[in-house]
């Protein structure tokens, strides 16, 4: 019993032996490794650390030069834009202008038509007053007579809303009229 107790003992010798070598390989791993990180993370380069300073720091005027250039091409872009969207602005301006412009000439051009298509009945009428009395009515010519043309009302009329003088005051007219005969 002793022999068999002797060689358990044998044997956890051994197997513990083996275990604190691979311990001590282990541990003298970890030491070399630690002691090429603070050999690499030493303050004794701190020349290094300065030369990392400098270029962070051309690094950061290098970044504020291109903003500054960045900055002043906006500013010239934006004022470009500005510049175009007055043009645009007196474009349009000048096409309400031209649009009012073809309205008048348009109204001009109808009433310079209607004038002469009353002077041409006038005309007729006059003529066979004197021909053939006074009761007499002439046949009305169509190609004599000039009826005026019909225009689409501009857009500036409809944003306007300009009104007919003339059917607002049959509209007040009217309800005049109406008011009237509800009293009595």
Same mark, same amino acid.
């Given at each position: 019993?002793?022999?068999?107790?002797?060689?358990?003992?044998?044997?956890?010798?051994?197997?513990?032996?083996?275990?604190?070598?691979?311990?001590?390989?282990?541990?003298?791993?970890?030491?070399?490794?630690?002691?090429?990180?603070?050999?690499?993370?030493?303050?004794? +380069?701190?020349?290094?650390?300065?030369? &990392?300073? =400098? %270029? #962070?720091?051309?690094?950061? !005027?290098?970044?504020?030069?291109?903003? $500054?250039?960045?900055?002043?091409?906006?500013?010239?872009?934006?004022?470009?834009?500005?510049?175009?969207? +007055?043009?645009?602005?007196?474009?349009? &301006?000048? =096409? %309400? #202008?031209?649009?009012?412009? !073809?309205?008048?000439?348009?109204?001009? $051009?109808?009433?310079?038509?209607?004038?002469?298509?009353?002077?041409?009945?006038?005309?007729?009428?006059?003529?066979?007053?004197?021909?053939?009395?006074?009761?007499?009515?002439?046949?009305?010519?169509?190609?004599?007579?000039?009826?005026?043309?019909?225009?689409?009302?501009?857009?500036?009329?409809?944003?306007?809303?300009?009104?007919?003088?003339?059917?607002?005051?049959?509209?007040?007219?009217?309800?005049?009229?109406?008011?009237?005969?509800?009293?009595?």
């Amino acid at each position: 019993m002793a022999t068999i107790w002797d060689n358990e003992e044998a044997t956890s010798l051994d197997s513990s032996s083996s275990e604190s070598e691979e311990e001590e390989n282990a541990n003298l791993a970890l030491m070399a490794g630690l002691d090429q990180v603070n050999f690499e993370t030493s303050f004794t +380069s701190c020349s290094e650390l300065d030369t &990392d300073i =400098e %270029k #962070l720091g051309q690094n950061l !005027n290098e970044t504020k030069r291109s903003n $500054e250039l960045l900055c002043e091409d906006l500013k010239n872009k934006n004022s470009k834009i500005m510049q175009i969207e +007055s043009n645009l602005k007196e474009l349009k &301006d000048e =096409e %309400k #202008l031209r649009e009012e412009n !073809n309205y008048l000439g348009a109204t001009i $051009e109808k009433i310079s038509n209607s004038k002469t298509s009353l002077f041409v009945r006038l005309k007729g009428a006059r003529c066979s007053k004197k021909k053939y009395g006074v009761e007499y009515t002439p046949p009305t010519n169509e190609e004599n007579i000039i009826y005026p043309e019909k225009y689409q009302t501009p857009n500036f009329v409809k944003e306007k809303e300009i009104i007919n003088p003339r059917k607002i005051n049959q509209h007040v007219y009217k309800q005049k009229l109406n008011s009237r005969n509800t009293t009595h």
